[in-house]
Every structure is written in C-alpha cells, then in structure tokens.
C-alpha cells in the first residue's frame, strides 16, 4: 500500500494539488483510514450528461445528510441526490505517510557484519 500512495504522489504534479475520487483509484478508503489522505473540500460544480452533450451545474452541498443535490438540467422539476464521497476533494497528509514508513523501517533489525 506504500507504493500505490508513492505512485500516487509521483503522478501529482504538486504535493499541495487536491484529488477527486476517481484518481484514487480504488485507495481511498484505504488511505483516508489511514490519515494518509484528508478531506479538503468539495466540488462545487459539476458537468452532467444532457442529451448529446453535458452542462454545468451548482451543486448543494448537504454535509448533514452526507450528500449533494443539484437541478437536473434535462428535467427542471427533477432533483439529483447523490453521495457527498462522489464529489469530496482530498489532499495529501504525507507526514502522517513518512511517519508510518519511519515505523516500519525502525522495526526492521538490519545486522553489520564488518570484516
């Protein structure tokens, strides 16, 4: 799992860049358990498909409910609910990373033979 958040980090272009959801690539859960990755936010905007094409939309955010609504743009009187994890933002906590690697290799015993 070290690896996949160091693959993760090297395919970011800035450390300080948030993520979406779908870069994590089925880590997530993994990483927010962890406290590698931290919630930073939330899309505010959102391009839904609309017929032949897709349109930009204000969403609402419900953190209570753990969701976000928007107006469908194909059926006014329509409200979209879905959960707030599909459009959550994350940054990186790569200190709480290191420090966890730092563990590791210390309970490693390395033994010196010297000549």
């Keep these: 799992m070290h690896a996949e958040y160091l693959r993760l980090l090297e395919r970011s272009p800035r450390v300080s860049d948030l993520l979406g959801a779908q870069q994590l ?3 997530m859960q993994d990483f ?18 609309v017929r032949d094409g897709h349109e ?39 200190d709480v990373w290191l ?4 563990d590791v290799f210390g309970s490693m015993s390395f033994r010196v033979e010297t000549a």
């Design 99 to 102: 420090d966890e690697l730092t």
């Design 56 to 94: 930009d939309v204000e969403v609402e955010i419900d953190k209570d409910a753990g969701v976000f609504r928007y107006w469908s743009p194909g059926r006014k009187s329509c409200v979209v609910s879905r959960p707030l994890s599909e459009i959550a933002l994350y940054a990186f906590n790569v």
């Design 32 to 49: 927010l358990v962890r406290r590698w990755l931290v919630t930073a936010g939330y899309q505010t905007h959102l391009l839904v498909p």
């Design 25 to 27: 690539r089925g880590r």
